[in-house]
């Protein structure tokens, strides 16, 4: 499938070890001609750490996308009356904000970016990186593989010696994920 002029919605949260390679697969929808309208939580907006200051983050995503980023619920809001989005990508998508999808919670401008694109039934792609993918958040994985419109880019676990209950997105399947989840597929396999 052709993403050229595709309206993605593209939300970060605050795994920062991860941004990084989130941004590199931004870059890669914009090169390909996604319409791409930048989303952060207020950590990514907020916290510099030692993988990156908030600004340099915000500058570089938006040099990219052409565009401010949405970092308030207010001005998420919008997103799902003006129906703003074919797709929605969260990624990283922290264990925090994927449990509060999976339980209706809307109080970040990630969450109601997530919430107004599932009200227009309209996909919500998934690339979790989570400490507690195997152990808290185990059942809000499972909550979210089976809800409509809900896709995930392929995951597993991020060091199963050191950090057995850890789980992460293959970001480099990010893209494959968003084609598949535009003609309401989900790639397979989910965990490798």
Partial sequence: MNI??????????????TISDAITEMERLSFL??????????????????FGRAEDFRRR???????????????????????????LVIAPCTGN????????ITDTPVTMAAKANLRNQKPVVLAI???DGLSANAKNIGVLLNTKNI?????????????????????DLILPTIELALEGKQIQPVIS
Avoid: H, W, Y
């Fill in 151 to 171: 896709f995930f880019v392929p995951f597993s676990q991020d060091d199963p010696v050191k950090k057995t209950t850890s789980l992460i997105a293959k970001f």
């Fill in 4 to 17: 050229k002029g595709k309206k993605i919605g593209f939300a970060l949260t605050g795994s920062f070890c």
């Fill in 97 to 104: 904000t994927m449990a509060k999808i999976a339980n209706g």
């Fill in 61 to 87: 995503i938006e040099s990219i996308t052409g565009k401010f980023c949405i970092d308030s619920i207010v001005d998420a809001e919008p997103i799902g009356p003006q129906k703003l989005l074919d797709l």
């Fill in 33 to 50: 001609g996604a319409d791409i309208i930048p989303i952060i939580s207020s950590n990514v907006a907020t916290i510099d750490s030692r």
């Fill in 129 to 131: 990186a989570t400490n």
